[in-house]
Nanobody, 119 residues
């Protein structure tokens, strides 16, 4: 099994920045089989939504709300991926979850990290 641990969530004023990190640990072969790494956002009372994904090869995909403000990156050697969030807005408030995809063989989720953006 693979465990994902997020960090970096905090309370920040609107317009501020945060960098979230997600590190995978556990069975090395399972970690090496991760094909896609992602970040999802769950606002209070709403469903979890995609923020950004990045493949092991570096191809990225962003939700419209994240384009131009957020950047996803990864360090394969450290089994870690990041979400740099700039120009934060109150609507970015919520829990951010990292996700590891294994192609057709399922995925793993972290426990989430809280981001609160004050207006």
């Amino acid at each position: 099994q693979v465990q994902l641990v997020e960090s970096g969530g905090a309370f920040v004023e609107a317009g501020g920045s945060l960098r979230l990190s997600c590190t995978a640990s556990g069975r090395i072969l399972r970690i090496l089989s991760i094909t896609t790494m992602g970040w999802y956002h769950q606002a209070p009372g709403k469903q979890r939504e995609l923020v950004a994904t990045i493949t092991r090869g570096g191809s990225t995909n962003y939700a419209d709300s994240a384009k131009g403000r957020f950047t996803i990156s990864r360090d394969n050697a450290k089994s870690t991926w990041y979400l740099q969030m700039n120009s934060l807005k109150p609507e970015d408030t919520g829990v951010y979850y990292c996700n590891a995809g294994y192609g057709s063989r399922g995925d793993s989720w972290g426990q989430g990290t809280q981001v609160t953006v004050s207006s």
